[in-house]
């Protein structure tokens, strides 16, 4: 049970960023805006040919500033996904979001690392502050979870409670989650339950788990990964729009996540949905994963599985 409870308690946490070296100086990005990127935090793959591409995945071709941010202005339901501990994605996420608000009023903006027992406490936080009153902790009055980095999230979340469209919370908590696992339910909907879905889905969460996890638990996870997606695509659904969800890569990928549990929740009238991915410059990606990805440079590697036991 221990394992279980580490295994469940690391689906809602995020992985730690390595420090930069003292001689990693940061490497300002420009483009061909009037707006300056943020500069590069990370230390890793700096000097990549992909390093600022943005690429998109049904052309192959790659596309300015300017195209992305007229592509995404027009679609009611934005997913960006990200890897939790690259500096990089969270600042890039913050400057979009920004980008965006300046071309149309913005709806809401949900995020993986909030869960829904959170939302009152939330939206009480965000009325407090447009009142004028600041927290003197804001993770705090947030009851913030330990398990994310609150540094990578401290600018994107205190720049969203500024704004007067709502912040949501768009994750399972803790309890819900051992609910699940101890008796999943059952699915239902037509793309989210593929057969080719639930093998890649269960083939990624044994390797994310180090090919650790008995194979008599891989449903149960697969369950709890599932209805994390569900609830995400419920709130961006109900959200008001237009919506951003800040989520990790797997969760927003068209052929995995959260965009195959909006099209089996969908009526007959349905969102135009954009996927953007925050990939590392050395990384490969699926093109049926998402609409845009956006190339980075890399933090320090970091072998998870090296210390893991049985």
Known sequence: ??????????????????????EDAVVSMRVSTERTLPEWQSPRERSHPRVGQIVSLHSGAQVTIEQLLNELADTPLVLLG????????????????????????????????????????VSQVQRQIQSGEQAEDLPQALNWHSGWDWQQYAALVSHSLEQP???????LNRDALMAIYRNP?????????????????????????????????????????????RSMAKVL??????????????????DLGVPLHINDLQNAERLDQAVVIFAEADQEVDSSSADFIWYTPAVVETDYCADVKE
């Open 185 to 229: 339910p059952q699915l239902t909907g037509v793309e989210s339950t593929r057969a080719d879905v639930i093998e890649h889905l269960t083939e990624q969460i044994r390797e994310g788990h180090c090919n650790k996890l008995p194979e008599a638990q891989l449903p149960a996870m697969l369950a709890v990964q599932q209805q994390r997606d």
């Open 165 to 171: 469209y709502p912040l949501l919370a768009g994750n």
């Open 82 to 121: 990200e890897k939790h501990d690259n500096p990089d994605h969270h600042a890039l996420q913050l400057w979009l979001l920004q980008a965006l608000e300046a071309r149309r009023p913005q709806g809401s903006v949900v995020m993986e690392m909030l869960t829904l027992d959170q939302q009152t406490t």
């Open 1 to 22: 049970m221990r394992w279980i409870l580490l295994t469940l308690c690391g689906l809602l946490g995020a992985c730690q960023v390595a420090p930069l070296e003292p």
């Open 237 to 254: 659904l109900e959200a008001p729009k237009p919506t951003l969800l800040i989520a990790g890569a797997y969760h927003v990928r068209y």
